[in-house]
């Protein structure tokens, strides 16, 4: 079965610095979806991404998923502290969607 | 615009009792799921359903149970609660597969 590994688990950054979350799976991506938890809260979807190299941005997160199409990763730009939470990273697999173990952010002043 | 809806958001149970978590979504969704979340794992699937009237095992449906007799709702059954069930669960729907998917606020159950 597949199986998605996130790295780090957890980050603690000082607002206004950059981080990069990875999200590795065991078999090939055919689609890769980002959500955002809140905590107590639901998951937002932020971006899919389906190509091999692909890329997509909003706001100041950018999303890439590897020419391989076996890893992506999340790139936060300028954090502020409305970037906390735990980023989730989610792959079709077959007829499922399953997730990744989930990466704790925290953002301080 | 109601989406994805649960209930309730927070349930205690006794171990042994029986309960069942309610989702309900309006946006004529085929594929629906159960998920459950404890700390340090992300989300693991429970159930999930393709259409009404199908419903499939996912990595951890021992314990539980679910049906599908409509579109609108899929609920999730708790046979006999086990304190290992206590967890926060997040119910998911999605026109198809390979979009995205919307999720409930949750249900935190404690099962004591």
């Known amino acids: 079965s597949q199986e998605l590994e996130q790295s780090p688990q957890s980050l603690i950054v000082q607002e206004g610095k950059n981080l990069t979350i990875n999200c590795t799976s065991s078999k090939t991506l055919y689609g890769l979806y980002w959500y955002k938890q809140k905590y107590g809260e639901g998951l937002i979807f932020l971006m899919m991404l389906q190509k091999g190299g692909e890329e997509k941005s909003h706001e100041k997160i950018t999303a890439k998923l590897d020419e391989k199409k076996q890893q992506s990763s999340l790139h936060i730009t300028a954090s502020q502290p409305s970037h906390a939470g735990i980023y989730l990273c989610g792959a079709d697999n077959t007829d499922k969607l399953i997730f990744g173990t989930g990466t704790r952010l925290q953002v301080f002043p | 615009n109601a989406g994805v809806t649960q209930t309730p958001k927070f349930q205690v149970l006794k171990t042994g009792q029986s309960m069942t978590l309610q989702c309900a979504q309006d946006?004529?969704?085929?594929?629906m799921s159960w998920y459950r979340q404890d700390p340090g794992m992300g989300l693991r699937l429970i159930h999930y359903s393709v259409g009404a009237g199908i419903t499939d095992q996912g990595e951890v449906p021992n314990g539980y149970n679910v049906s599908r007799s409509t579109t609108e709702d899929f609920p999730l059954r708790l046979l006999s609660a086990a304190p290992s069930q206590t967890s926060v669960y997040f119910c998911?729907?999605?026109?198809?597969?390979?979009?995205?998917?919307?999720f409930g606020q949750g249900t935190r159950l404690t099962v004591v």
């Open positions: 946006m004529n969704h085929e594929y």
């Open positions: 998911a729907s999605s026109q198809i597969m390979n979009t995205e998917a919307f």
